[in-house]
Structures are given as C-alpha cells and as structure tokens.
C-alpha cells in the first residue's frame, strides 16, 4: 500500500492513497482524515485503506485524479518524534577520518542516534530555504521508517512488528555550524533544520523481497544539479537494522504512533557507489589529496532523491528540491 499526505492549506493535509506506479490518487478521508489518524488505529483502519488500494489498482476507485507529488506534503507534515540513527558506520569512519578523529570501537555495536525537529516538514518538492550559504548547505539521502505503538524495552526479535511504513529522506544539514555544536557536548541542534521526505510512505511488502531483515536492499540514487553522484545499495554496509535502531530508541521510553526513525546517511565501502551527502565526498578527497574539492551546495543547485525497484519503477517517487536564499 502506498499513502501520502494532499496540500489542503491545513497543518496536517489529507491523506491519500496512491496507486503503485505513482499515476492515480484517491482522498481517503471517508476512512481516515490524516495518516496520524490511520496509525492511531492502525489495525481496524489499514484494512479498510487496503481495500481502496486494491480497487484504486483495478481502476475501480470512485473519484480518482492523477497524483502530483509537487501537491503532497511530507507523508506524515508533522511527527510526535523524529529520531535519525547512523546505520552506516561507514559514513561515520569516513567523516572522522577525514578531520583525523579516532572512532570509539562502541560506535559498531551502540547506535548512534539524535533527536530532530518534528514540527515542521518540508515537502517532498518544496524548497530549501537558508538564510546563507555559509553554513555548509549539504543533503544527505536515507531511508526512515514510521512505526505503530512501540513499549519500552521491545526486543529486536518483535520490534519489526511494529514497522507500518518507509520513506525516503533528505536530512538536510549544515555543516559549517556542526563542529562548534558538537563541541558544546550537547549534540544537533541548529544545524540540523528541517526535512524533508518522499511524497509517498509504502507499506513493507510493497518492496517485496528487497525487504529483509529490517533492511532495504535496493540502490538509493541523490542527484545533484541533475547529475548521479551516488547510488550506494542501502541493504549493504548497514550495520544496524530499523529493528534495532527501534530497540536502541525504546531502551528507556515508548514510542508512539507515528514515530520517524532514519537510518542515517546511506553509504557503502565501495566508493565507486558514489555518495549520499556532500560532507562523505569531501572526506574522501582529504583521505586522498589534503583537502576538499567539492563545494557545498549553493542557491540554485537542486538535488533529487529516489529509489527505483528491479523493474526500473519509482516505488516512493523522487524528493526534488532547490536551495533558494531566505528573504525575511
């Protein structure tokens, strides 16, 4: 099943229900106003967004309309919790490297993790506004997932249970303002702002067998200024699963309906996969030459992010967005 969420000028839009090659949409709200409500009451409301799913499928679906994603929000506008992990300790190694940084060997069995802005997504093709380019304006491609109602203390073996959709992120972070944050002891916070997602969030069996153990094993292709720089396989190098970045979250509280959880910056050790933010790219040319080559990215540049399935076909469709300058 495939859900997104309609522009309507409110805060939290209409929800929808895609069909699965992205072409035909139906408003759902005769069954659930927003996704929040559907995953409120997940088990009596999928059923029923299921059905019109498989009818909208069949061409069956009453008052269908083509969908646009440029008329989606965020799948889910505004979250109780947005908790971005990194997966991929590859990516980690590789940024300290560069700036000739030691990595606690606790980095390969303890997730790390931090706590994002929630309150206020950017559409999947709306603009990234910044104030300036000085503060090292970089993307950074991933995977996340929503889950259900999670208790405290879940174990990894049942935290898959509680996985009701994935997207696709952009993580949007300013890199020139992290190193005095993080110097501060006290983690992200200015210089994550905000992000944004795929215009649809799918149900885990819409990826078929690319879905395996709480992993994604397909390519996740970033676009800069409509030029491929990466498309890194997200199953491989992913050293913890969304099963356990579940359990890492829940070690001391519940989570609720509606909870994002990011897998952190996609990246392989093969670096002929190309890259999935700007900073990997640069630590790679320090590790090489001394220095950084690649800019970051500046007002007018545009980045695309998508993942396709075995056939070829979009399966969330693609996060398409400019930097533009803020103007207050």
Known sequence: MKLATLKDGSRDGQLLVVSRDLKTACIADAIAPT?????????????????LYHRLNAGRAANSFDFEAK???????????????????????????????????????DPLMYQGGSDDFIGPQDDIVMQSEEWGIDFESEIAVITGDVPMGVKVQHAGDHLRLLMLVNDVSLRNLIPAELSK???FF?????????????????????WKDGKVHLPLRSSVNNMLVGQPNAGVDMVFSFAQLLTHL??????????????????????????????????????????????YMKFGDSIKIEMLDKNGKSIFGAIEQSVVEHHS
């Open 35 to 51: 996704l929040q409500r559907a995953l409120d009451d997940w088990n009596f409301i999928h059923p029923q967004l299921d059905d």
């Open 71 to 109: 008329n989606c929000m965020a799948p889910l506008p505004r979250a109780f919790q947005w908790a971005d992990g990194s997966s991929y300790v590859n990516h980690v190694e590789l940024v300290r490297k560069a700036r000739n940084a030691e990595m606690p060997e606790s980095f390969w069995h």
């Open 185 to 187: 002891g006290f983690g």
């Open 190 to 210: 200015q210089s994550k702002p905000a992000s944004s997602f795929s215009p649809v969030a799918v149900t885990p069996d819409e990826l078929g067998d690319a």
């Open 250 to 295: 829940c070690k001391t509280r519940n989570a609720r309906a509606g909870t994002i959880i990011g897998s952190g910056t996609v990246s392989n050790k093969d670096a002929s996969k190309g890259y999935s933010c700007i900073a990997e790219k640069r630590a790679l040319e320090m590790i090489a030459v001394g220095e950084p080559v690649t800019p």
